[in-house]
């Protein structure tokens, strides 16, 4: 007979007494006149790609370090996607497809990451986490400058599109000062 680790069976149970939880909170709700169906509504269409990313990331602590990780991932990125088309049902804003795909892709998975490593205190998580995050920001911040200036959208404050050389030269002297500090850290594990 094979019985399941203990540490399986007691993510199970915590969910199952999350579920429950969240059913007789919901029953409650209803007794006392409360129209969740109106909230989720007013919420916007989004709602429904942000909820399932937040139970998935939150889901992934119920799993032992590091096998939730993935669940974190996974998590963040949906999230990421509900909460960039929140932002684009709400100002019209669907061309900023062009560039907050970063925010997606490499920052909702550095997020996850991040997160996870802080929360089971996983250092290379965290590491490998700040640096995705880094480049998508990066990666948002020149697509944001190049498609809503050279396109004129408006939306570039006023000012910055002269300011943004200097921006390309600060990230340069990040990107080489991180550099230098990464490959002395591995000079010794050649």
Same mark, same amino acid.
Do not use: C, K, M, N
């Given at each position: 007979m094979n019985a399941q680790p203990s540490f399986?069976?007691?993510?199970? *149970?915590?969910? %199952?007494?999350?579920?429950?939880l969240?059913?007789?909170?919901?029953?409650?709700?209803?007794?006392?006149?409360? +129209?969740?169906?109106?909230y989720v509504?007013?919420?916007?269409?989004? $709602? $429904?790609?942000?909820?399932?990313?937040?139970?998935?990331?939150?889901?992934?602590v119920l799993l032992p370090a590091p096998r939730g990780v993935g669940l974190a991932v996974a998590g963040?990125?949906?999230?990421?996607v509900g909460l960039v088309l929140r932002y684009q049902e709400?100002? +019209?804003?669907?061309?900023?497809?062009?560039?907050?795909?970063?925010?997606?892709?490499p920052g909702g998975a550095g997020v996850g990451m991040l997160l996870y490593g802080l929360? $089971?205190?996983?250092? +290379?998580?965290? %590491?490998?986490?700040?640096?995705?995050?880094?480049?998508?920001?990066v990666i948002f911040v020149v697509g944001f400058f190049f498609?809503?200036?050279? $396109?004129q959208s408006g939306r570039v404050p006023a000012g910055l599109e002269t300011w943004w050389p200097l921006g390309l030269v600060a *990230?340069?002297?990040?990107v080489l000062i991180g550099g230098l500090f990464d490959s002395t850290r591995h000079r010794g594990h050649v």
């Open positions: 399986e069976r007691g993510g199970v *149970l915590v969910l %199952g007494i999350l579920l429950i969240a059913g007789l909170g919901a029953v409650a709700l209803q007794q006392a006149g409360v +129209d969740f169906g109106r509504s007013e919420a916007g269409w989004p $709602f $429904f790609v942000i909820v399932p990313g937040v139970v998935l990331l939150a889901s992934s963040s990125i949906v999230t990421t709400a100002s +019209d804003h669907w061309e900023s497809w062009a560039y907050a795909w970063a925010l997606v892709g929360l $089971f205190r996983q250092v +290379d998580l965290v %590491g490998a986490g700040l640096r995705l995050v880094a480049i998508a920001a498609f809503e200036s050279v $396109f *990230l340069g002297v990040v």
